[in-house]
């Protein structure tokens, strides 16, 4: 079995081909997959050569390894940035609530929404499970500051959770999914799905 060792960058110049890949690879991916990254479109992308990207990855499958782990660690981070600060504090008017969540979810979506749609891999146990379930339960703890302990919210909840995910991962398709209908500009949008989840919220947790 062939070594799968990613060799780690000393120089800068090797820091900054290494930033290249893997930069030239989030692009493959969210334009088509873990299909479409493979050594000659990262070579096209990246602007860095075939011997320069094997002297920083023996094989397809270790950037492969690289870029995923390190995809899964930024998701994480940026969720963990992203919905810090709404963590803390008393309770919220729902309408509130639901716009700080909507908002968030839009700007994590913004920046790695694609990469999200596609990064899961077939090839092993999904774990970009995890992501995805940090981002709820975030969203979910932002959503209970403006419910404030109804009683029978938990269905609730976990519904508009997955109606607003499924509607952020709508947009990030490259075509609008439904022909002739026009698509809000993302403010636009992101305020009409917070007031239309708190208008189901106030109705199903009444």
């Known amino acids: 079995m062939a070594d799968q060792t990613v060799r780690e960058p000393l120089q800068e110049r090797s820091r900054r081909s290494l930033e290249a890949i893997y930069a030239a690879a989030i692009d493959a991916l969210a334009e088509g997959g873990w299909g479409a990254v493979t050594v000659g479109e990262i070579e096209r992308r990246s602007g860095v050569t075939r011997g320069t990207f094997y ?3 023996p094989t397809r499958d270790a950037l492969i390894e690289y870029v995923h782990e390190r995809l899964l660690t930024e998701v994480r981070e940026l969720q963990d940035h992203t919905f810090g600060p709404l963590m803390t504090g008393g309770a919220l008017p729902l309408e509130e609530a639901c716009l700080l969540a909507v908002r968030a979810m839009a700007d994590v979506f913004g920046r790695v929404g694609r990469v999200m749609v596609h990064g899961e891999r077939l090839d092993r146990p999904p774990s970009g499970h995890e992501a995805l379930a940090g981002l709820s339960r975030n969203v979910t703890a932002v959503l209970r500051r403006g419910l ?3 009683p029978g919210s938990t269905a609730a909840v976990e519904f508009v959770v997955e109606l607003a995910f499924a509607a952020f991962v709508a947009r990030q398709r490259p075509v609008p999914p ?11 949008f992101t305020e009409r799905l917070a ?12």
């Open 55 to 57: 002297l920083r990855f």
């Open 148 to 150: 404030d302990g109804a």
């Open 178 to 188: 439904f022909p002739g209908h026009r698509q809000s500009a993302e403010d636009e």
């Open 195 to 206: 007031t239309a989840l708190a208008a189901y919220l106030r109705t199903a947790t009444a």
